[in-house]
């Protein structure tokens, strides 16, 4: 869900968290390299430390010198170690690791620089008062490892801050950035579901960059889509209104033209397709409420159950004639929150449907359920018949106004393309969903399924 | 020639229905708008109103509303295909059928037969009927729970009449739609049980207790109280 979110802020903050640390490195990671001003500055320190162990050792034997260097390490956290001209060890502390360097320092009379442990170490030759050479290696406090420091605690908190600073600063960046796009994903999603009036937050709205930009451009697109949309709705509803009165009319004609001049197939003819015409209003009229639906159907708590089994009983009746029966299964009592008529229509719609294309002589099966789902209760109406089915890539289409599958056979069963338009919107508004899918052994399978009400009735 | 009263503002389909009518022995009086509807159909002078629900100035089911408060004529609604909540308040508020618009004008008449011939019983010699404490005078078409009247409409006096003369058993609603609207129970039609809710609403009044029950798949069933309560 947050996972654009997530990605950018990790990216940001390891961006920066590498960025610092290569910094660091790049400055001071660079015996040989480029800062030779501060190799200068490390010999001329290492020296300064060389002479005065020198003069101690020269004025006061290598205890004096041993005890200098001591100090040195206890005070200043600083190991070092002197050493004689051959490089043969006079005082110090932890020595042999000094020796390359030493030796290194003894051939040439610049000072020799190596990191260890992420300290720099210097080697410089020296000459006491005396006149005596001698080498004098030390680790001096710079490098990454001085950036860390020797205190672990002092080197947590600090990396520990610059870290909480950062990732702070990358969370509000990221949220600053992904948060109108999720907005936007979400205002999406529901425009795409049918939620015409959805536009992306106000507050994205302001803002003067593109992100802005990009959500008003998102609701001026929504604005006209929504225009568009209802303008094509209120025609099909106006047409639909406007149909019915000369429709109306000439149904009383034709009756009394047969009156007048006697049944005729022409009259036959006439009469069956006005009934048609009538239906395919009737139905589009249906379409039309639910799709602009400026009302809200009144919703209360109403037995599914009972509802379905009335459905079931009709259609049973209806389908006697066409020589199929109707098959009710499954739990009989269950409760929802919806308008009855308009379940009742969407359910009848299914059912009649089924009916339409079982094929003679087998049974339609309806089936309630209760189903729970991710912790929501649903109740799941499944109809299925054994019927021709419906090709797989055609399954999504069934549900639109006026989807025919095959044109000529969908024709002569008399089906307008109307009904299971209605119950997919029935069922959208009931904050549910129908899919359908061919069983597996033939014939359409539809499953109804909005949200159930609590088992138990309130009295 | 009985007269009857249609309320439709679609003047050309009045004439057209007019001149079907006569043929078949009515005489059919047109009104074109709610205000002047309900003015026409109190007059007395009709033995029945169709009424259109989507009129102009005063709506079908306010005329209703009006009508039903002061008069118990037998109305049959034409409501408009896809108007399904209208039809149903249609029939709430006392409408004694309806018929979904564009009709055939032979279903018209049909219909208009079946409540006409329900609602003027040829037998004057009324009978008296009792049930628990209901008790119904079929000649005066009235009906009493204990000593209390009940006001009911035509459709609701037709259907409590059915439920008493079986009283314990249960009725199909193939039956009631065939005895008391006098025509076919058709398929998906729920004319007859909207009445017989509304008739379940009168008869419970005060006292607690369902007296019709609804026998799932079956139909319906009146149960009968023995014990007169006094209230």
């Known amino acids: ?459 | 020639m009985e007269r009857l009263l249609i309320v439709e503002d679609d003047v050309e389909l009045c004439g057209l229905l007019a001149e079907r009518f006569r043929s078949d022995g009515f005489s059919l009086e047109a009104v074109h708008d709610g205000a002047r509807g309900l003015e026409r159909a109190l007059s007395g002078e009709h033995k029945l109103v169709i009424l259109d629900l989507m009129l102009p100035r005063l709506g079908g089911l306010d005329v209703l509303r009006k009508l039903r408060a002061q008069s118990g004529i037998p109305v049959l609604i034409l409501t408009a295909r896809g108007e399904d909540v209208d039809r149903i308040l249609g029939l709430e508020i006392g409408a004694d059928d309806y018929l979904p618009k564009p009709f055939n004008p032979r279903e018209l008449l049909a219909r208009i037969r079946a409540i006409l011939r329900r609602a003027s019983p040829a037998r004057s010699d009324g009978e008296r009927l009792t049930a628990g404490d209901i008790t119904l005078d079929t000649g005066a078409r009235e009906a009493w729970i204990n000593s209390r009247q009940v006001n009911l409409t035509s459709v609701e006096f037709s259907l409590l009449e059915e439920f008493m003369r079986h009283a314990g058993h249960v009725v199909t609603r193939d039956d009631l739609t065939q005895s008391v609207l006098g025509r076919k129970l058709g398929a998906f039609d729920r004319v007859i049980d909207v009445h017989v809710s509304n008739l379940r609403k009168k008869l419970t009044g005060g006292s607690a207790g369902e007296r019709v029950k609804a026998v799932r798949g079956a139909g319906y069933q009146f149960v009968v109280r023995s014990e007169t309560k006094n209230t």
């Open chain 1, 1 to 459: 869900m947050r996972s654009l979110f997530l990605k950018i802020f990790l990216w940001f903050w390891a961006t920066v968290v590498l960025t610092g640390i290569t910094l660091i490195f790049s400055f001071l990671l660079q015996p040989g390299g480029a800062s030779f001003r501060i190799h200068a500055a490390l010999g001329e320190t290492a020296s300064v430390y060389g002479r005065a162990a020198i003069a101690e050792l020269e004025g006061g034997g290598p205890e004096a010198a041993a005890t200098y260097l001591e100090d040195l390490r206890k005070n200043a956290h600083t190991s070092a170690c002197l050493f004689n001209r051959e490089g043969t060890e006079i005082a110090g502390h932890d020595c042999a690791s000094f020796s390359r360097l030493v030796n290194a320092a003894a051939e040439k009379s610049a000072p020799a620089i190596a990191m260890r442990h992420g300290l720099v170490r210097v080697g410089v030759r020296l000459q006491g008062e005396s006149g005596t050479p001698y080498l004098f290696a030390t680790e001096l406090p710079a490098g990454p490892g001085a950036a860390f420091g020797n205190n672990f605690f002092g080197l947590l908190l600090h990396w520990g801050a610059a870290f909480l600073v950062s990732g702070l600063i990358c969370y509000l960046l990221t949220r600053y950035l992904t948060e109108p796009i999720l907005r936007l994903r979400d205002a999406s999603r529901q425009l795409a579901a049918g939620n015409l009036s959805m536009r992306a937050a106000a507050g994205a709205e302001k803002r003067r960059d593109e992100l802005g930009d990009l959500v008003r451009d998102f609701n001026a697109m929504g604005d006209r889509i929504e225009a568009l949309i209802t303008s094509q709705r209120q025609l099909i509803s106006d047409v639909s209104h406007e149909l019915r009165s000369p429709l109306a009319r000439l149904t009383v004609a034709l009756d009394l033209a047969r009156e007048h001049k006697g049944d005729d197939p022409a009259f036959e003819q006439m009469q069956k397709d006005f009934d048609r015409l009538n239906e395919m209003v009737g139905r589009l009229l249906t379409v039309a409420r639910l799709d602009t639906s400026a009302t809200p159907a009144e919703m209360k708590r109403l037995d599914f159950g009972a509802l379905v089994a009335e459905v079931a009983a009709d259609a049973e009746f209806e389908s006697r004639e066409l020589n199929c029966n109707v098959q009710l299964s499954g739990d009989n009592h269950i409760y929802v929150q919806g308008n009855s008529d308009l379940l009742r229509s969407a359910v009848e719609n299914i059912v009649r449907n089924a009916i339409r294309y079982t094929a003679p002589g087998t049974t339609v099966d309806v089936n309630l359920r209760r189903r729970n789902s991710a912790g929501l209760a649903r109740s799941v109406l499944t109809v299925r018949d054994h019927g021709p089915g419906v090709a797989e890539s055609e399954l999504a289409n069934i549900f639109q106004p006026f989807y025919r599958i095959e044109d000529a056979r969908d024709r002569q069963s008399g089906g307008v393309g109307l009904g299971l338009a209605i119950s997919d919107r029935v069922a959208r508004l009931h904050g549910g969903m129908v899919r359908a899918s061919n069983a597996t052994d033939g014939g359409l399978q539809v499953e109804f399924e909005i949200p159930a009400a609590e088992v138990t009735p309130e009295t």
